[in-house]
Every structure is written in structure tokens, then in C-alpha cells.
């Protein structure tokens, strides 16, 4: 997908446009560029500890020329770079993930539960590598901005996906759904983590079954 597909796609308002690069890397932290800045789109979150937006000039000395931001920025900034403006780059990031999603077909492990998701996913990826080329989440990748960088690693090449998907509040897996529609689910355990946002164990439980109906 190139910028302005990518723009589009969050809904949002392109307020400066060099060029249309094609975008094969999502980047949401400053120290983690793995392709030509050229290429890398970098989503500016803001968060109650940290802003994203404070990063812009260095990723831009960095080589990165294609921005999403929730606020305008100093023209300076943007002046030679592709910046798209979203009312939520959260949003905006699950958005592209979702379509990256609906690209593809193949069987999707969806991963839940308050403990072990991560070692369970390596178990199976390990176990299930000798039959297919298998894209999973890097580390512990499952948190509302982890889930869509690791659904838009999915290419061509993957014959089966495994993700994880953790919540800490209501309402969470929903999104975490929309983006994943794992074919196959798999709920480790109901534990103690996070208890303090749910009612009741119960509750819990049927916060982390919305991921597979």
C-alpha cells in the first residue's frame, strides 16, 4: 500500500504531500526502524506517558518521510514530508492492520489468556514450522498497538498465522476482533492479572471469549 492508500484507509486528511511512496514497515517507536526510512510510515501515538509526536524531527533525520499524527505540526516539520492527520492514531494503526487482514486467507491462531500466551505461541510455531511458513507476533506483541504491527507483518509468502491478544479493560477485545478474526482460538487460562478492571472472573472470561464469535 503506498501513502495515500494508507491515509485514506484511517480516514484521515493529508495536510502535505511530497511524494507517494509504496509503505512496507509501521513504526510507533523511534528506535525501531528495520526498513529505509523511505519506506516506513511512522504513527505518532500519544499516550499518558509518553507522545509520540516529540520523535517527528528525529525519525526525519532518521529518513522517514511519511507521517501519521493527531495534531498539527510545526511547518517546518512537515514542509518536505507526507503527513496524514487522524483524530486517533491508535485507531488509525488498528484500521490499516484490519485491512492488511482482510487480505488474506489463511488459517489465523488467535491466542488468549491471562498468562502463557506467549510461550504457547512459540511452542506451536515451533511444532507447526515444518508444514508451513508461519508469520506470528514478535515477542509479546499483543496489546492494542502490538496486535496491528504484528497482523501487518502478513505477505504472500505465510501459509499460517499465530497471534497473540491481551486486554486490561472492557471493551478492549473487541477491537483486538476486529482486526485479528482468528480461524482457529485458543484461551490459555483465566488468572489474576488485571482482575482489578473486572467484575468477576466470569466477566473476565467473557471479555477474552469476544475474540472468537
Known sequence: MNFE???SLTGGKILNQINNPEII???TDSRNISVSGEKSLFIAIQGKN???HQFIEELYNKGVRSFIVEKNLDPKLTLEANVCLVDSSIIALQKIAGFQRSKF???VIGITGSNGKTIVKEWLAQFLSK???I????KSYNSQIGVPLSVFELSSYDSLAIFEAGISLPTEMERLEQILKPTIGLITNIGDAHSAHFDSDQAKFLEKWKLFI
Open 50 to 52: 509518553h507522545n509520540g
Open 131 to 133: 508444514d508451513h511458513f
Open 105 to 107: 486467507k489463511i488459517p
Open 135 to 138: 508469520v506470528k507476533s514478535p
Open 25 to 27: 514497515d509501521l513504526v
Open 5 to 7: 492508500q494508507l491515509c
